[in-house]
Nanobody, 114 residues
Framework: QVQLVESGGGLVQAGGSLRLSCAAS????????VGWYRQAPGKQREMVAT???????NYADSVKGRFTISRDNAKNTVYLQMNSLKPEDTAVYYC????????WGQGTQVTVSS
């Protein structure tokens, strides 16, 4: 059983930055792809960024050039650096671990004010 615990969300003005962290329990983190997803009110959950076990990253078009996903396998932690935040980035951000079974974190709120 794996637990994913996100932190780092909050309220920020447009143009600001936040860094989200997701710490995983257990010993399988280094072998799994992980990602960040988000869900805004009234919208479906969407992929923001993913990272393979070796660190290859993929981004949604809406965040390319502004967000960076990284991981520290020694710390069982994945990060999401978010720069140049926009009001449309407001959402609950979830950490996700791919695989069978897969795992979700509880989510952290990010609110960007205009």
């Amino acid at each position: 059983q794996v637990q994913l615990v996100e932190s780092g969300g909050g309220l920020v003005q447009a143009g600001g930055s936040l860094r989200l962290s997701c710490a995983a329990s257990g010993s399988i983190f280094r072998f799994r792809s992980v990602g960040w997803y988000r869900q805004a009110p009234g919208k479906q959950r969407e992929m923001v960024a993913t990272s393979t076990s070796s660190g290859s990253a993929n981004y949604a078009d809406s965040v390319k050039g502004r967000f960076t996903i990284s991981r520290d396998n020694a710390k069982n932690t994945v990060y999401l650096q978010m720069n140049s935040l926009k009001p449309e980035d407001t959402a609950v951000y979830y950490c996700y671990m791919f695989g069978r079974p897969d795992y979700w974190g509880q989510g952290t709120q990010v609110t960007v004010s205009s």
